[in-house]
C-alpha cells in the first residue's frame, strides 16, 4: 500500500537534535519536508530536502519560502524550532545579548510565520506548530532569558491562533520538558559574568547536564509534532514526557507557595 501523501512542511533548525528527529517523523509519515540550518549542509536521509535559512534575516526567510513554493508549490506545515538557549543569571547578560536571543527564539518564529501565513491563507489551509518549552509555563532560575522567549511564544501562538482560525489555519505549542540532545549545543553563556553567581552558576549547569541525561529521547518530540500535525481538531497545547506533564498540573492546580518552594527545591536553592 503507497503512503499518504500528508502535504509539503518546513522544518527550522532541523540539522540536529529535535528538528532532525522531526523532519524524519514527518517524512516517514508521509510529508514532503524541507528542513532548515544556518550553514548549508548535504541533504539527510530518509527523505529530508535541507536549505539554508537565517531566522534572523528577513530576506533569508523569503528566500527559503519561495524556495520550497518553487519546488513544491504549496507549504502545508510550518514547524518552527530554531532557537538557542541561554544558561546564566539574568543579570549576567547585556541587553545586547538579551536581544539576540530574542531575535532567534520569538522574532524568527514571527517572521517565518508571516512569511507563510500568506501562502496558508491562499489554499485555505495550514497548520504551524511552534516548539516552545516547559520553562515556557514556569520560572526558570539561571534560564530567565530563555524561559522569557518561551513564555512570549506562548502569549503570541495563542492568541495567533485565534486570528487565522476562521482562514483554515491552525497555530499550536509543543512544550519539550527535558530532551536528551548535546548539552554544549545552541547553549550561549551570559557576556557579562559576575563573581556572585559563579558558584550556583556552575550548579545550575551542572543540574542541567544531569536532568538532559535522564531526559527523553528527541523522537519523542517528533512523534507529538506528528500527532500535532495531523489532528483534525488539534489542541492548544502537548507537553511532552511524563515529567514536563507533572510540571504542568503542577503548576495548573496547586497553590503558588507550594510550586514556588517545590521549584526551588528541585533548582537545588536554599529555601
Not at 550561549?188 to 543540574?207: H, I, N
Not at 515529567?243 to 529555601?271: H, I, T, W, Y
Amino acid at each position: 500500500m503507497s503512503k499518504i501523501e500528508r502535504g509539503v512542511a518546513l522544518v527550522t533548525g532541523a540539522s540536529s537534535g529535535i528538528g532532525l528527529a522531526t523532519a524524519r517523523a514527518l517524512a516517514r509519515d508521509g510529508y514532503r519536508v524541507f528542513g532548515t540550518s544556518r550553514k548549508p549542509m548535504a541533504d539527510t536521509t530518509n527523505g529530508v530536502t535541507m536549505l539554508v535559512c537565517d531566522v534572523t534575516d528577513e530576506t533569508s526567510v523569503h528566500k527559503v519560502v519561495d524556495d520550497v513554493l518553487t519546488r513544491a508549490g504549496r507549504i502545508d506545515l510550518l514547524v518552527n524550532n530554531a532557537g538557542l538557549g541561554l544558561l546564566g543569571g539574568a543579570e549576567e547578560s547585556s541587553a545586547s545579548q538579551a536581544k539576540a536571543l530574542f531575535d532567534v527564539n520569538v522574532f524568527g518564529v514571527v517572521r517565518l510565520t508571516n512569511a507563510v501565513l500568506p501562502v496558508m491563507r491562499q489554499q485555505g489551509k495550514g497548520r504551524i506548530i511552534n516548539m516552545s518549552s516547559i520553562l515556557g509555563l514556569i520560572p526558570a532560575p539561571f534560564n530567565a532569558l530563555y524561559a522569557s522567549t518561551k513564555h512570549a511564544i506562548e502569549g503570541y501562538t495563542e492568541s495567533l491562533d485565534h486570528e487565522v482560525r476562521t482562514q483554515g489555519i491552525r497555530v499550536v505549542l509543543v512544550e519539550p520538558g527535558a530532551i536528551r540532545t548535546s548539552f554544549e549545543e545552541n547553549l550561549t553563556r551570559p557576556d557579562r559574568p559576575l563573581l556572585v553567581y559563579g558558584t550556583v552558576r556552575a550548579d545550575a549547569e551542572k543540574l542541567m547536564r544531569e536532568v538532559i541525561e535522564a531526559g527523553d529521547a528527541p523522537e519523542v518530540v517528533a512523534d507529538t509534532v506528528v500527532k500535532a500535525a495531523s489532528a483534525a481538531s488539534p489542541r492548544r497545547r502537548y507537553t511532552v514526557g511524563k515529567a514536563a506533564q507533572r510540571v504542568r498540573c503542577m503548576r495548573r492546580f496547586l497553590p503558588e507557595s507550594f510550586v514556588d518552594k517545590g521549584l526551588r527545591q528541585f533548582n537545588r536553592l536554599p529555601a
